[in-house]
């Protein structure tokens, strides 16, 4: 059973008004991190980076200064995450693909993927055939106007289902119902099939305004996991 993964990097970046992929932390830009983290996992034998047009030539740049012995090919992707996703999924067509290779699709806005968590999330899959990283969350009741936290929890990346299930999900169905938010959601809502969960990690809090990067600056400070 081989594990590839699909980081997903070509998004905008509107709303941290830059291109937070290239924005540094302790000198390294932040996609290093993710990519770093995926190759560094003795179990990835190939790595795919679904780009834009605008980071597809720097992100090279960048693969060309490191160091790995995975195959890592880049991409470019769609208008959304799912195009991004089924473009990533079908660029898979030209590699020796297996019906229960397992596949991590991770969001790159989620730099500061844990190597244990991830490593954890592979052990589970191999197991069930899939798993996911959750993580308590809380939100502003409109009614009451209070945090709620009970029974509320969030899904982060990566996500790890077999290929098999993934094909079924995105690739042998019509573009109109390519309008889940996440892949968890693409297989349950085509497939009926739920993904196995583990905790995640505060850590891996998906980048998507400039607060949330000093936020995580200050939990790897303190080496809050």
Do not use: W
Not at 158 to 182: C, G, R, V, W
Not at 196 to 214: A, F, H, M, Q
Request: hydrophobic share 40%.
């Amino acid at each position: 059973m081989k594990v590839i993964g699909i980081l997903l990097a070509a998004g905008s970046s509107k709303r941290f008004e830059a291109d937070k992929l290239f924005i540094e932390y302790e000198d390294r830009e932040l996609i290093r991190f993710p990519v770093e983290t995926f190759l560094k996992n003795k179990n990835i034998s190939l790595l795919v980076i679904v780009c834009n047009n605008e980071n597809i030539k720097r992100i090279n740049e960048i693969l060309n200064s490191m160091n790995f012995e995975q195959e890592v090919i880049t991409i470019l992707g769609g208008k959304t995450r799912h195009e991004s996703e089924v473009l990533g999924l079908r660029a898979l067509d030209e590699f020796d693909i297996e019906k229960n290779d397992l596949i991590a699709i991770h969001d790159c806005a989620r730099s500061f993927l844990p190597a244990d968590l991830l490593e954890d999330l592979i052990i589970e899959a191999k197991k069930y055939g899939s798993c996911s990283p959750v993580m308590k969350a809380k939100f502003i009741s409109k009614t009451s106007n209070e945090i709620v936290s009970e029974n509320i929890m969030e899904i982060q990346t990566p996500q790890l289902f077999t290929f098999d299930i993934l094909e079924k999900a995105y690739l042998h169905n019509d573009e109109k119902i390519m309008d889940s938010h996440d892949t968890t959601q693409q297989v349950a809502k085509i497939l009926g099939v739920e993904s196995r969960v583990i905790n995640g990690s505060n850590l891996n809090l998906k980048i998507t305004y400039k607060e949330d990067l000093e936020i995580l600056k200050s939990r790897l400070a303190g080496s809050i996991k």
